[in-house]
């Protein structure tokens, strides 16, 4: 029993493993083209959901704040893809 | 000699290459290093480099660069005879193609992934960079230009494919939006859509599509010359020519609308739907080879060739560019593949093995051609079908339809829906290449754009036109379409030329590490005098003709040749006077 209860595991590896790939081949043309877009997309809503970091005056900052939580990973590579080293004044601590 | 046989010979050339010439290519000149770090781990960033697994790599790489053009060049070469044919795909694979895939993967990797484009400018010189994009735009404006005609051709030869083809777009959409926009997982929606596909094909043979002819085209004065007295003759070859522009024009606007829209939503699911056709297609003509085993009908040297046929030396080698050696695969393998590198030692796998699966197709293209096609319509048809250089060019797709149909019938598919599944492989293979190459056309336009300061070229819009436009105008200003398939000779020289300064970036960089460039030198050497002789000919030819739009292309085609020949002699007279002076 233990011997096939190994033989199915090992059964259901080589499956998950070929999904993997099947899934990756279907991925990996376009992933760069839809990353670069999806970040794109992204920096323009922290533009506008952020602007007040940048110093431009926003009315909904008290509103997306509440973001914090969900997007302080991704506040820290935008504030580093924009060119800050550090998070702009009144911004996340996120490093 | 039997298909299986020349079958077995081929692959078999190709595993020795792999096992042998890449491993010695890999060990003693490339020496792959497993502990380099790859770009794809240096920068990983998740958008441009990251380490991805080998066989998905390998996949990629392969369906990228497999598609309709080693299908065709073959198809067009064997009007020599299967031998010059099988001889330039199995040799040019194992010691061309495949090591010029392997090392434009392999030393973008060692250069940060850089392209092939910056590593020209960087190692040849200023002058590359705009060389090597001019080449890439001279080489898509011929693919994009060719390849609607063969597709125009080929739903004019084949009206049941045009319902499977269409219909996979609608599909390729719902996948799309399955997968990104309802969070479905890939496997279940592609499968279905392959299976959507196949009911289409065989729900093809019962719904045959006619574009109806809308423009009322005036006969020629040569097509009124050629029927001579009888009229109707005239008026039907108007005819065709009415419905093959109404086909190239939908294709065009087509590729404008595709160019433009969300790659996830048209171009990902459809290529990846494509790539399982490839791997169906090299199925079902293997099987079919290995279950019907016939003889190879046409000749092995074709000695009764049609009087306007070229001579084969140099024309094979330009006839059969994808399929042998093709540059088009360096800008994948620097351009994608060398981003996503997980392990250097990867790159011989990945590059050298994709090649060789493209050498697989071009050989089954060859077996399609002489094996099956010539045993359906005999000898005398085979001829006949290859009766002069311009049937043989125009009539190559449909010679490997009707080969294809008559092997999958050995294995129990019916005739009539294998040869509108062997259409719809050819088509889809070329509407992608047209899809991907319009799209790439539109960069380098919006680049040259920002080369000589022109603003209004930049623009997407403006650039996608100048790209669809350019193509159109030179598919349809050569007979109306008709004459579009001449174009394949100066793509095939762009493709070498491009191959040729890949080789020469490649062999620069091998004198300066102070290794042995031979592998890369010689390839390239070899290709540029073929290119150069063949372009002489095919210019004389248009000259002759009183072609002047051929005589254009080919001659700024040309010029581009002679700039690379300069560039690769001073080059490497600086290299070898660089390496003369520091030795002691």
Same mark, same amino acid.
């Given at each position: 029993?233990?011997?096939?209860?190994?033989?199915?595991?090992?059964?259901?590896?080589?499956?998950?493993?070929?999904?993997?790939?099947?899934?990756?081949?279907?991925?990996?043309?376009?992933?760069?083209?839809?990353?670069?877009?999806?970040?794109?997309?992204?920096?323009?809503?922290?533009?506008?959901?952020?602007?007040?970091?940048?110093?431009?005056?926003?009315?909904?900052?008290?509103?997306?704040?509440?973001?914090?939580?969900?997007?302080?990973?991704?506040?820290?590579?935008?504030?580093?893809?924009?060119?800050?080293?550090?998070?702009?004044?009144?911004?996340?601590?996120?490093? | 000699?039997?298909?299986?046989?020349?079958?077995?010979?081929?692959?078999?050339?190709?595993?020795?290459?792999?096992?042998?010439?890449?491993?010695?290519?890999?060990?003693?000149?490339?020496?792959?290093?497993?502990?380099?770090?790859?770009?794809?781990?240096?920068?990983?960033?998740?958008?441009?480099?990251?380490?991805?697994?080998?066989?998905?790599?390998?996949?990629?790489?392969?369906?990228?660069?497999?598609?309709?053009?080693?299908?065709?060049?073959? *198809?067009?070469?064997?009007? @020599? =005879?299967? %031998?010059?044919?099988?001889?330039? !795909?199995? $040799?040019?694979?194992?010691?061309? &193609? /495949?090591?010029?895939?392997?090392?434009?993967?392999?030393?973008?990797?060692?250069?940060?992934?850089?392209?092939?484009?910056?590593?020209?400018?960087?190692?040849?010189?200023?002058?590359?960079?705009?060389?090597?994009?001019?080449?890439?735009?001279?080489?898509?404006?011929?693919?994009?230009?060719?390849?609607?005609?063969?597709?125009?051709?080929?739903?004019?030869?084949?009206?049941? *494919?045009?319902?499977?083809? @269409? =219909?996979? %777009?609608?599909?390729?959409?719902? !996948?799309? $939006?399955?997968?990104?926009?309802? &969070? /479905?997982?890939?496997?279940?929606?592609?499968?279905?859509?392959?299976?959507?596909?196949?009911?289409?094909?065989?729900?093809?043979?019962?719904?045959?599509?006619?574009?109806?002819?809308?423009?009322?085209?005036?006969?020629?004065?040569?097509?009124?010359?050629?029927?001579?007295?009888?009229?109707?003759?005239?008026?039907?070859?108007?005819?065709?020519?009415?419905?093959?522009?109404?086909?190239?024009?939908?294709?065009?606007?087509?590729?404008?609308?595709?160019?433009?829209?969300?790659?996830?939503?048209?171009?990902?699911?459809?290529?990846?739907?494509?790539?399982?056709?490839?791997?169906?297609?090299?199925?079902?003509?293997?099987?079919?080879?290995?279950?019907?085993?016939?003889?190879?009908?046409?000749?092995?040297?074709?000695?009764?060739?049609?009087?306007?046929?070229?001579?084969?030396?140099?024309?094979?080698?330009?006839?059969?560019?994808?399929?042998?050696?093709?540059?088009?695969?360096?800008?994948?393998?620097?351009?994608?593949?060398?981003?996503?590198?997980?392990?250097?030692?990867?790159?011989?796998?990945?590059?050298?093995?994709?090649?060789?699966?493209?050498?697989?197709?071009?050989?089954?293209?060859?077996?399609?051609?002489?094996?099956?096609?010539?045993?359906?319509?005999?000898?005398?048809?085979?001829?006949?079908?290859?009766?002069?250089?311009?049937?043989?060019?125009?009539?190559?797709?449909?010679?490997?339809?009707?080969?294809?149909?008559?092997?999958?019938?050995?294995?129990?598919?019916?005739?009539?829906?294998?040869?509108?599944?062997?259409?719809?492989?050819?088509?889809?293979?070329?509407?992608?290449?047209?899809?991907?190459?319009?799209?790439?056309?539109?960069?380098?336009?919006?680049?040259?754009?920002?080369?000589?300061?022109?603003?209004?070229?930049?623009?997407?819009?403006?650039?996608?036109?100048?790209?669809?436009?350019?193509?159109?105008?030179?598919?349809?200003?050569?007979?109306?379409?008709?004459?579009?398939?001449?174009?394949?000779?100066?793509?095939?020289?762009?493709?070498?030329?491009?191959?040729?300064?890949?080789?020469?970036?490649?062999?620069?960089?091998?004198?300066?590490?102070?290794?042995?460039?031979?592998?890369?030198?010689?390839?390239?050497?070899?290709?540029?005098?073929?290119?150069?002789?063949?372009?002489?000919?095919?210019?004389?030819?248009?000259?002759?003709?009183?072609?002047?739009?051929?005589?254009?292309?080919?001659?700024?085609?040309?010029?581009?040749?002679?700039?690379?020949?300069?560039?690769?002699?001073?080059?490497?007279?600086?290299?070898?006077?660089?390496?003369?002076?520091?030795?002691?």
């Amino acid at each position: 029993m233990r011997g096939m209860a190994a033989f199915r595991e090992r059964a259901l590896a080589r499956v998950r493993r070929w999904k993997e790939i099947y899934e990756g081949i279907y991925m990996v043309p376009y992933r760069t083209a839809i990353q670069r877009e999806w970040r794109r997309q992204r920096d323009i809503l922290f533009v506008l959901g952020f602007s007040d970091l940048l110093g431009v005056p926003s009315p909904v900052q008290l509103y997306t704040l509440e973001l914090i939580p969900e997007v302080l990973e991704q506040f820290h590579s935008w504030h580093l893809r924009m060119g800050m080293e550090e998070p702009p004044e009144g911004g996340f601590r996120c490093c | 000699m039997s298909a299986v046989a020349l079958l077995v010979i081929g692959i078999s050339a190709f595993v020795t290459g792999y096992r042998v010439y890449s491993r010695y290519i890999a060990r003693r000149i490339f020496q792959l290093d497993p502990d380099f770090v790859t770009p794809a781990h240096q920068f990983e960033d998740g958008v441009d480099f990251l380490p991805t697994n080998r066989h998905v790599l390998f996949g990629h790489h392969f369906t990228s660069v497999a598609g309709a053009a080693p299908i065709v060049g073959p *198809a067009i070469a064997v009007i @020599w =005879g299967w %031998l010059p044919a099988f001889l330039w !795909v199995v $040799l040019g694979t194992v010691f061309a &193609g /495949a090591v010029h895939d392997f090392g434009t993967l392999w030393i973008s990797s060692r250069h940060k992934g850089n392209s092939i484009g910056t590593l020209a400018e960087s190692l040849v010189g200023n002058r590359a960079r705009v060389l090597f994009l001019l080449l890439i735009f001279f080489l898509l404006l011929m693919v994009n230009a060719v390849f609607a005609v063969i597709i125009a051709n080929l739903f004019m030869a084949n009206p049941g *494919a045009v319902l499977p083809v @269409w =219909g996979s %777009l609608v599909v390729a959409v719902a !996948v799309g $939006l399955l997968i990104y926009r309802s &969070g /479905a997982g890939i496997l279940v929606p592609s499968l279905a859509a392959l299976a959507i596909l196949y009911a289409l094909i065989w729900f093809g043979q019962y719904a045959p599509f006619e574009l109806p002819d809308l423009l009322g085209l005036s006969p020629t004065a040569a097509q009124l010359a050629t029927a001579g007295s009888d009229p109707g003759a005239a008026a039907y070859a108007a005819q065709l020519d009415g419905q093959r522009v109404g086909w190239i024009v939908i294709l065009f606007v087509y590729t404008f609308i595709a160019s433009v829209l969300p790659v996830w939503l048209l171009l990902q699911p459809r290529d990846f739907v494509n790539g399982h056709q490839l791997f169906v297609a090299l199925g079902i003509i293997g099987a079919g080879v290995i279950a019907t085993n016939p003889p190879i009908v046409a000749p092995a040297i074709n000695t009764h060739l049609p009087p306007d046929a070229p001579s084969w030396f140099p024309l094979l080698f330009i006839t059969i560019a994808c399929g042998a050696i093709s540059g088009f695969h360096g800008l994948v393998a620097s351009g994608t593949s060398s981003k996503q590198l997980d392990r250097e030692p990867d790159s011989r796998y990945v590059g050298y093995g994709g090649a060789l699966g493209e050498g697989a197709l071009a050989l089954t293209s060859i077996l399609a051609t002489t094996a099956g096609f010539a045993l359906y319509v005999g000898i005398d048809g085979w001829h006949a079908h290859y009766g002069s250089w311009a049937a043989a060019s125009s009539g190559a797709t449909m010679a490997f339809v009707d080969g294809v149909a008559v092997l999958a019938e050995g294995i129990g598919i019916p005739h009539a829906v294998a040869a509108i599944f062997a259409a719809v492989v050819v088509i889809s293979f070329a509407a992608t290449t047209l899809d991907t190459s319009v799209r790439l056309q539109r960069y380098i336009v919006a680049e040259l754009g920002v080369e000589y300061g022109v603003k209004f070229v930049q623009n997407r819009w403006t650039a996608t036109f100048i790209a669809v436009g350019s193509c159109a105008v030179l598919a349809l200003g050569l007979d109306r379409g008709a004459g579009g398939m001449r174009l394949w000779a100066l793509f095939g020289t762009t493709n070498q030329l491009l191959a040729g300064l890949s080789l020469l970036v490649l062999t620069l960089y091998l004198l300066r590490l102070g290794r042995s460039a031979w592998v890369t030198a010689v390839p390239m050497a070899f290709l540029l005098f073929m290119t150069t002789w063949a372009m002489i000919v095919n210019l004389i030819r248009f000259v002759s003709e009183d072609r002047a739009l051929l005589s254009a292309v080919g001659g700024a085609i040309f010029v581009l040749e002679l700039w690379l020949l300069f560039e690769a002699s001073a080059a490497l007279r600086r290299m070898l006077r660089a390496r003369g002076s520091s030795t002691p």
